[in-house]
């Protein structure tokens, strides 16, 4: 058994345990921060000489006939993968650690920690499969977690409503990326589903995949990776099932989860299609600009804290959409970083946001203000997770956002070209994401104290732990992005990036 | 030992069982049913046993008319008796449905009186089935089908005293008949064309050049709705649900599974005739075609708006159906791809994952039944509170049913998809689309009731007495369903 069998199998084992009857918090606490120390390891003894390719591979063959892709259960990891498992392994300890006491969860807690530790079981296992079948099997693991978490346990009169909605939503996407899935496997030979080897195929030039068809395939992948990363326009699921889910949900769904579409576009969708991510690149321009600056303009008008957290997820979405069509590598390494960033930050936000609905059991905005005068530890937190947000220097977000501007520029040749021209507009949403992070900031936290507001009790060490554990993450990435990019550097040169205009 | 031993010993058995409720002075005749169940399991153990005469010893021998035509033959054989060993179980423990529904008003009558025949004549049915997945003669297989479908005509109306179980009988019958009459017509007029009944004699004259295409494909169209009509295939479809509403529950679970599984087999071999001549294949798959949109549509689409839990199963049949038929559609031929996935094993396996996941879904339903009347959502409201291991059972078979990635029934979606992408069939691609994604929503409607919804009324807490035989049965079903979401290597292996 290898390091990368063991870091998926524990949290899957934990919600098997739990669901026969071991403590549920105590259970998912261990096996969750096991999943981290030993991903920790492997990120030691992970080998920054290699150029490129999967390390610590291990693999299983499960099928082999006639007509078939061979499949196999097969882990293996390069930069770019351990770059987003420790982000999984992070936010999964955290969201778990802020989870309420297994006596304070109205309903079953067994249900509750062991849906959350699928969820990030089956991110994890997403990220480190080297098949193409198992990558898209262990994202579907969260499907029906999710929808009884969020119907379970949401927050708000229509709860199994927005269960129903990203439930649909998301089974509607992963359907249409299965078919667009088994097109390019299909197209490129059909012989296997290893990662590595489609790769090769369709890079080699006799092998690929016939433009027409290429076209087709990629648009399909888009659409299906698409629903689950809320490219819009196919974003309207996301903000109302982070606003009424647990907290821990929001944290693992907007944290890890989505980054899964995104990385299926790095590791899939560009790879296996690359003259048709070509000729689509306009179309993707257009829609993450929508996300950043549609998505943008919404998030402002927001009235509920939570929602507003949802509609931001949405619009960075954007910039990573960015650096991946970019073209460049210093793009698609400010891309990676800036979904780790992202993950992280929203998870913290999340978190506090979580704190807070406990106190006051209201997120509206208007009905908060001048809070951080009796909760001032509260206060600073979230004015760091805020400023990180917005892309303040000193974060990892900044770091990510900067590297996606130049790389996004660099085939600059003195026409400004569509890529520029969206780089341009991207830049205000630079503006856009600070004024309403600065807003919403000011409006709940500072300000005139509103009187109607419960005294509540300060934060415990025990609640602020997860949160700072993201915290210091986020600075230290922010301080020394070398940190992460080390790994990413030799995954992106090895990757054959096909040519933006 | 020859194969048709097995069906020998278990038509032995149901007359044994038969024998034993008329003559043995039985205080609980649900031992009839135990001691069914355990013949059939020998039966099953023995399939892998038995030794496979060659192709031309077979030919020449009397048994002629019965072909060991390889694995395929005993794996469905295997689904024949998997599925009546579950019906038994199931059986038994409806058994006090059974009773007051078709209790005996003379004084003096055992109480369990009628109830020994419930458990026998599966075993016949299933003798039929068996028999049916290694006819491959016009005659055998018109005589196993009748077997089994006039055991079924019994089964259907068991219930007496039931209206609905009466209903159902007497639609079943009516239109079972009409479709066996279109079934012998068209029999005749291929016997006609080709001067044979031997199915490998009219595969090479329906070859033949020399055949008139417009009467093969006018008894082709005489077939099909006959076939269309077993598998519960649109426009063929109408009696599915009423039938299996009202059919006693362990009948509808052997409906649904073990009918249908053998009315494909038969399917597979009727239609290959006609689909392996060149002169034919173009118009016959289109047919096809048409007729798994058709189904793919009516069944994921009417089964949306359904509020009893017995309906959306015989909707589900009916979807799953169409995928079985688009798969059939989907000629094999050689690509770019290289060689195509072969649509005998695609059906083969899905029918393997739907035994499974079906199956523990009317398992949970007998169980649930004996302690709520009716099968409507409602029963089912709170039920992760009442029974989580019941609703746990309930969520991986609508899982496994709605096609989630790591259960059995998710890798039959993943063949018949890949199969249709193979063969370009765009169209029954995104029906087949729509179809799965209208899955999600209504079989997670159920897992929405048990989880999400509470209980009304008194029932909100009891301990549900799962009887030891139902138990061990869920709990394999459960392990066999992800297991084979993880290996499909389990079930291919066995074709």
């Known amino acids: ?501 | 030992m020859p194969v048709y031993a097995l069906e020998i010993i278990v038509v032995a058995l149901g007359i044994l069982m038969l024998m034993l409720d008329a003559f043995a002075k039985l205080e609980d005749k649900r031992s009839i049913a135990w001691l069914g169940m355990l013949g059939l399991i020998v039966v099953f153990g023995l399939l892998f046993r038995v030794e496979m005469p060659d192709a031309e010893a077979a030919k020449a021998s009397f048994w002629n008319f019965y072909s060991p035509t390889g694995g395929l033959s005993l794996y469905f054989k295997g689904i024949a008796v998997l599925t009546t060993i579950i019906v038994l179980i199931m059986a038994a423990d409806h058994s006090p449905v059974i009773v007051s529904n078709t209790a005996n008003p003379e004084p003096g009558a055992h109480p369990q009186a009628g109830l020994g025949e419930f458990f026998a004549l599966p075993l016949f049915a299933c003798a039929g089935l068996m028999w049916m997945a290694s006819a491959n003669n016009l005659v055998s297989i018109f005589v196993s089908l009748e077997l089994v479908t006039i055991t079924f005509y019994v089964l259907v109306a068991y219930m007496r005293r039931n209206v609905g179980s009466l209903e159902a009988g007497v639609k079943y019958l009516i239109l079972g008949a009409l479709s066996t009459g279109f079934l012998v017509y068209g029999f005749a007029w291929l016997f006609g064309i080709t001067g044979s009944m031997d199915l490998g004699e009219i595969k090479t004259a329906l070859a033949d050049s020399s055949v008139n295409p417009t009467a093969a494909l006018f008894a082709f169209a005489l077939i099909l709705v006959a076939m269309a009509f077993k598998v519960g295939a649109a426009p063929f479809h109408m009696w599915v649900p009423d039938v299996y509403q009202g059919a006693p529950t362990p009948i509808t679970a052997f409906l649904s599974v073990g009918s249908k599984a053998a009315g494909f087999v038969v399917f597979i071999r009727l239609s290959g005739m006609f689909l392996s001549s060149e002169f034919l294949v173009g118009k016959v798959s289109m047919i096809l075609g048409v007729i798994a949109v058709l189904t793919l549509l009516i069944g994921n689409l009417v089964a949306i708006p359904q509020k009893n839990f017995k309906r959306l199963l015989a909707y589900s049949s009916i979807a799953h159906a169409g995928f079985l038929i688009m798969a059939l559609a989907c000629s094999p031929k050689v690509s770019k791809a290289g060689e195509s996935l072969s649509p005998t094993n695609v059906i083969a396996f899905y029918l393997g994952a739907y035994l499974l996941m079906t199956l523990l879904a009317f398992l949970v339903m007998t169980t649930v039944r004996r302690r709520v009347s009716g099968e409507d959502f409602d029963a089912y409201k709170g039920l992760a509170k009442r029974s989580p291991f019941l609703a746990f059972a309930l969520l991986i078979s609508m899982a496994s049913l709605a096609g989630i990635p790591l259960t059995a029934g998710f890798f039959g979606k993943l063949f018949v998809f890949t199969l249709a992408v193979q063969d370009s069939q765009w169209v029954l691609l995104t029906v087949g689309l729509i179809g799965a994604a209208a899955g999600f929503y209504y079989y997670l409607k159920i897992v929405a009731s048990m989880y999400l919804e509470k209980a009304e009324g008194s029932e909100t807490v009891a301990n549900y007495a799962i009887s030891i035989p139902a138990r061990i049965a869920m709990i394999i079903l459960i392990v066999a369903i992800i297991a084979a979401g993880v290996m499909p290597n389990l079930i291919f292996g066995l074709l």
């Open chain 1, 1 to 501: 058994m290898t390091i990368l069998e063991i870091i998926v199998l524990l949290p899957i084992l934990a919600a098997v345990v739990i669901a026969l009857g071991s403590p549920a918090r105590i259970t998912a606490l261990l096996a969750s921060g096991l999943a981290a120390a030993a991903t920790f390891v492997t990120a030691l003894r992970f080998n920054l000489n290699a150029e490129g390719g999967f390390q610590e591979t291990s693999s299983h063959p499960l099928l082999s006939i006639e007509g078939f892709p061979d499949l196999s259960l097969s882990f293996g990891i390069d930069g770019i993968s351990l770059v987003l498992m420790i982000l999984t392994v992070l936010v999964l300890v955290a969201a778990i650690w802020a989870a309420p006491a297994e006596n304070s969860i109205k309903g079953s807690a067994r249900i509750y920690y062991a849906s959350c530790l699928l969820i990030g079981g089956g991110a994890l296992g997403a990220f480190c499969s080297t098949d193409l079948f198992f990558l898209y099997a262990f994202h579907e693991l969260a499907l029906i977690p999710t929808f009884l978490m969020i119907g379970l346990f949401g927050t708000g009169e229509n709860r199994v409503r927005t269960a129903w909605t990203i439930t649909i939503y998301l089974g509607i996407g992963s359907i249409i990326l299965l078919i667009g899935l088994i097109m390019a496997v299909v197209h490129l030979g059909g012989n296997t589903f290893n990662i590595a080897d489609l790769v090769a195929t369709a890079n080699s030039s006799d092998n690929a995949i016939a433009p027409e068809m290429q076209n087709w395939i990629y648009l399909i992948l888009i659409v299906g990776f698409g629903i689950l990363v809320s490219l819009f326009p196919f974003h309207s699921w996301a903000p109302p099932a982070y606003a009424q889910a647990p907290t821990p949900v929001s944290m693992l769904h907007a944290g890890v989860l989505k980054k899964f579409g995104l990385y299926g576009i790095i590791r899939i969708a560009q790879p296996l299609a690359p003259q048709g991510a070509e000729t689509m690149l306009n179309l993707v321009l257009v829609l993450l600009l929508g996300n950043i600056l549609y998505i943008g303009l919404v998030t402002i008008a927001q009235k509920n804290l939570n929602r507003m957290l949802g509609y931001s997820s949405v619009m960075h979405m954007g910039y990573v959409f960015l650096g991946v069509v970019s073209g460049t590598a210093i793009g698609m390494n400010g891309a990676v970083l800036l979904m780790f960033a992202h993950g992280i930050s929203i998870a913290l936000l999340f978190a506090l946001t979580g704190s807070l609905k406990s106190r006051y059991g209201t997120l509206e905005i208007s009905e908060l203000g001048g809070i951080a005068k009796s909760l001032p530890g509260l206060g600073l937190l979230f004015g760091f997770a805020a400023f990180a947000a917005a892309g303040l220097p000193g974060f990892a977000n900044f770091a990510a956002e900067i590297l996606i501007f130049f790389g996004a520029f660099q085939k600059f040749d003195g026409n400004i070209g569509w890529l520029q021209w969206t780089t341009i507009l991207a830049l205000w949403g630079v503006v856009i994401s600070a004024v309403y992070m600065l807003r919403a900031y000011r409006n709940v936290f500072k300000g005139p104290e509103n009187l109607a507001l419960p005294t509540v009790a300060k934060m415990g060490w025990q609640e602020k732990a997860p949160i700072l554990l993201l915290l210091v993450s986020l600075m230290a990435v922010g301080f020394v992005p070398e940190l992460l990019v080390k790994y990413l550097r030799p995954a992106v040169d090895a990757m054959n990036l096909f040519v933006g205009k």
